[in-house]
C-alpha cells in the first residue's frame, strides 16, 4: 500500500564517500520533490521535478544532485558528504497541475555521515 | 519568493483544551494552504488543507481558517488529546507553483 517509498531507510557513510538514495511512487504523479530535514526544522526543499523538467533551488548546493529516469523513480545523489549534510532527506509527490494540491512524502532516508 | 511565518515555536496546552498555531504568508498569488503533523522520527502528514476560495475548513476536532486580506492562516485543535503532541508545520503554495514553502514548525505538547 506505500505509496511514496524511499530506500534505504538508514543509510551510514564516510565523510567524502558518495551517497545515493531512491525514491520510488505508484501514485503517477508528474511531481517529484527532494527535501532535506534536520532535527525538528522544517524541509528545506533542494529541487524538484515536473516530469523531466528539473528545478534547483537557487541556494541547494553543487554537492545535491538529482536525477529522474522515469515517472516512478527519483534519486539523490550526494557527491562529497560532510558532516553538515547529516539529515532525514524526504522524498515527496504531487500530481502538478494549475490545481496541485497535496504532497505525499516518504517515509525518509536518514543520512548519518561519519 | 514566498515566505511563510509560523508562530508560536512551542505550545503546551493541557489536555482537553484548545491549541491554535498562526502563520503568515507574504505572496498574495498563494491559495493553497496545508496542514503536516509530523510525529517524533516519522514523515510529516497532512491533517488538513485549505484553498483560497474558503474562509474555513473543519474535520472533527481540527479546523483552518484564512484570512487572504490580512494573508493569515491558522490551525485550531479542540479537545486536545494526548496523542496530538507533535510538530506541526503550515505551508503556502502560489497558483501555478509546484512549490510548497513550509513555516518554521511549532512544537506541541499537550499536557495530561
Known amino acids: 500500500d506505500a505509496m511514496v517509498i524511499q530506500n534505504p531507510r538508514y543509510q551510514v557513510t564516510q565523510f567524502g564517500k558518495p551517497v545515493t538514495l531512491s525514491c520510488s511512487q505508484t501514485l503517477n504523479h508528474n511531481v517529484m520533490y527532494w527535501y532535506q530535514q534536520k532535527s525538528s526544522q522544517a524541509p528545506k526543499l533542494l529541487f524538484h521535478y515536473y516530469d523531466k523538467d528539473f528545478n534547483n533551488e537557487a541556494d541547494t548546493p553543487d554537492n545535491f544532485q538529482s536525477r529522474r529516469p522515469n515517472t516512478s523513480f527519483c534519486f539523490l545523489d550526494i557527491r562529497s558528504p560532510g558532516l553538515g549534510d547529516a539529515a532525514m532527506y524526504l522524498c515527496?509527490?504531487?500530481?502538478?497541475?494549475?490545481?496541485?494540491?497535496?504532497?505525499?512524502f516518504g517515509e525518509g532516508s536518514r543520512l548519518t555521515v561519519l | 519568493g514566498e515566505n511563510v511565518e509560523q508562530h508560536p515555536s512551542t505550545l503546551s496546552v493541557q489536555e482537553g483544551d484548545s491549541a491554535v498555531i498562526k502563520c503568515t504568508y507574504s505572496?498574495?498569488?498563494?491559495?493553497?494552504f496545508p496542514w503536516y503533523k509530523q510525529e517524533l522520527g516519522k514523515r510529516p502528514q497532512l491533517i488538513i488543507d485549505?484553498?483560497?476560495?474558503?474562509g474555513e475548513k473543519k474535520d472533527q476536532r481540527i479546523a483552518v481558517t484564512l484570512n487572504k486580506t490580512a494573508k493569515h492562516f491558522s490551525l485550531h485543535i479542540t479537545e486536545t488529546q494526548p496523542e496530538d503532541s507533535a510538530v506541526y508545520f503550515c505551508?503556502?503554495?502560489?497558483?501555478?507553483?509546484?512549490?510548497?514553502?513550509f513555516g518554521t514548525g511549532t512544537r506541541l505538547t499537550i499536557i495530561p
Open positions: 505551508a503556502a503554495r502560489a497558483f501555478g507553483n509546484e512549490k510548497l514553502t
Open positions: 505572496d498574495s498569488a498563494s491559495n493553497y
Open positions: 515527496a509527490t504531487s500530481e502538478g497541475g494549475a490545481n496541485t494540491g497535496e504532497l505525499f
Open positions: 485549505i484553498r483560497s476560495n474558503v
